[in-house]
């Protein structure tokens, strides 16, 4: 199992509706094939600068490639992620086996 998450800052003078479209397609990418658990977060801890959060399970790497890959995530990278997102940092995380 891959826990992929996203957490992440706006660009300066993005408006509230530029944010709730954001959001609105976010939430489209819970359509995608493999992903479990998907959810948009808000951060409330003043301990970093992020904003917001995607959080997301794959059963296995092949899942999450294939998420990566998928023409609805490239288009939001595109159309979205990459037009209205400051900073971000990602941490994918596998439970450690013992």
Known sequence: MIRHTVFFK???GISEIEKQEFFKACNQLSLIPGIQNFEVV???????????GLLMVFDNST???NYN????HVLFVQNYWLKKVED?????F?????
Do not use: L, Q
Not at 88 to 92: C, G
């Open 88 to 92: 971000f940092i990602e941490i994918d």
């Open 63 to 65: 899942v999450y490639e």
């Open 42 to 52: 808000k951060e409330k801890s003043p301990k970093n600068d992020f904003e917001f």
């Open 69 to 72: 890959t998928h023409p609805d």
């Open 94 to 98: 596998e439970p450690v086996v013992e």
């Open 10 to 12: 706006f660009k300066v």
